[in-house]
């Protein structure tokens, strides 16, 4: 692999990690990139009329990473794992993650839908259960009982199983595979919290036998969650459900790892206000889409921060339509939250409802990137004089083929040493920043909350 540039190499971040919160790559003097805004393409497109031109836009031109726009925000994204789905319908185990060609195979001949069309509610909605789309492209409406799937207790072939331990090892970016909830938001959302804060990812036991004593291994595992009234702790069982001998929803890429399940299940108690440790398949449904910045910051008492990748206006008189984003602005506001080329806030994105709601014409099936969709942003690369955002697909496999980084390694500062990530592997992959900017409609970060120890 390269280094960032020819003659500058990679020296190890010269501000602690204690100092995270003041300190980015965009600050950081050690290797420099040229910081540009889109003010020079909007006085060439504006010619003589930029005084006329509102005073907030020529803001939001001059400054080099994207202003926040809490108008961003949408509260609709989600897509099932289609392997998870068709796993379960099967009654068999799909190929391992590794073997993309393998479980393409698996999918579409479990599910009858070809990827290219599987990926987009505007061709299809098998992964998008309860999701009406428009003549538009945009969701007109969202049924959030329907897609659950099985239900509680032994019938309908589901069984509630403790198969192993909360932790394995430590919490990893890797650890979240997402199941056959349309929860893609907040998978992602856990991926990128495990991946900046992993110390914020804990387990709290609470025993179930009298006198606070924990007797014949019985506990409940109390998970937090956050909103404007406080912190929520949802104590639940390590039980989690399988039908046909097949997690049904989140699981750990080690199936002897349960973190995930709990954390998935606990948010379903969460949002459905239910006590019930096995929650049946309408309780599960509840939360099938949302809003991936809402659930970092519901995991971690943060605040969240929104950021647009389009923001068109029309010029006075000229009538000419004019985009203050830039891709390098996106870039550069990823670097902006990065500290050794790795997120050090939690970052997700999320693409369009559909490949027609976007202002250019996209392809998400060609570019292998799924439409309503959330995947975690781990940070940023720059490799022959492009660009780079690495993302993670929470499937833990369908990487992005359209403009990315080639199957190399991608190397970010990781606390203390620089951690080696596949790239095109386990749902990891690098997007130029153009390519990001067209199929992806927004991004966001969420702050660690002052005096948290997240790392």
């Not at 989600?78 to 190929?95: E, K, M, Q, Y």
């Amino acid at each position: 692999m390269t280094s960032l540039d020819p003659s500058v190499a990679r020296p190890a971040p010269q501000v602690p990690i204690a100092d995270i919160h003041v300190a980015s790559d965009l600050q950081q003097s050690s290797v420099r990139f040229p910081v540009t805004s889109s003010l020079a393409r909007l006085q060439e497109a504006a010619g003589e009329h930029l005084a006329q031109v509102p005073a907030q836009a020529v803001r939001a031109a001059q400054s080099p990473t994207v202003l926040p726009d809490p108008a961003v925000a949408r509260a609709t994204v989600g897509a099932a794992n289609p392997a998870s789905l068709a796993a379960i319908r099967d009654g068999g185990v799909a190929p391992e993650l590794g073997d993309s060609p393998g479980l393409a195979a698996f999918v579409e001949r479990s599910l009858g839908v070809a990827l290219p069309r599987l990926v987009d509610p505007a061709q299809s909605r098998t992964i998008y259960p309860g999701l009406t789309i428009g003549a538009s492209g945009e969701i007109a409406a969202i049924d959030r009982a329907v897609g659950g799937g099985g239900g509680g207790g032994a019938g309908g072939g589901v069984s509630w199983v403790d198969a192993g331990e909360f932790f394995t090892d430590a919490a990893q970016f890797t650890d979240p595979i997402q199941g056959g909830l349309a929860d893609c938001y907040y998978i992602s959302a856990l991926a990128s919290v495990a991946w900046a804060g992993p110390l914020l990812i804990e387990q709290r036991t609470l025993p179930t036998a009298t006198g606070d004593a924990f007797a014949g291994g019985t506990a409940l595992d109390a998970i937090s969650f956050f909103d404007s009234a406080g912190r929520h702790d949802i104590d639940t069982s390590e039980l989690l459900p399988q039908q046909n001998s097949q997690w049904m929803y989140a699981h750990a890429v080690d199936p002897k790892e349960l973190w995930v399940g709990v954390y998935e299940k606990a948010f379903a108690m969460w949002k459905g206000d239910t006590t019930n440790e096995e929650p049946d398949g309408a309780e599960y449904a509840v939360i099938n889409y949302g809003d991936t910045v809402a659930a970092a910051a519901a995991l971690t008492g943060g605040a969240p921060s929104y950021f647009p990748t389009t923001d068109i206006i029309t010029l006075p008189i000229l009538n000419i339509k004019f985009d203050l984003i830039s891709p390098e602005q996106i870039w550069q506001t990823v670097r902006a939250h990065s500290l050794g080329m790795r997120t050090v806030t939690p970052m997700v994105a999320w693409t369009y409802p559909s490949a027609t709601a976007a202002p250019t014409p996209i392809d998400y099936g060609t570019a292998n990137i799924v439409a309503n969709h959330a995947y975690s942003i781990l940070g940023w690369d720059y490799q022959n004089g492009e660009e780079y955002i690495i993302l993670r697909n929470p499937w833990g496999y369908y990487e992005g083929t359209d403009n990315v980084e080639g199957a190399g390694t991608w190397q970010a500062w990781d606390i203390s040493y620089w951690r080696q990530t596949p790239l095109s592997s386990a749902g990891v992959f690098g997007l130029r920043a153009d390519t990001f900017k067209q199929y992806y409609q927004g991004y966001g970060s969420v702050t660690f909350p002052a005096g948290s120890d997240p790392v």
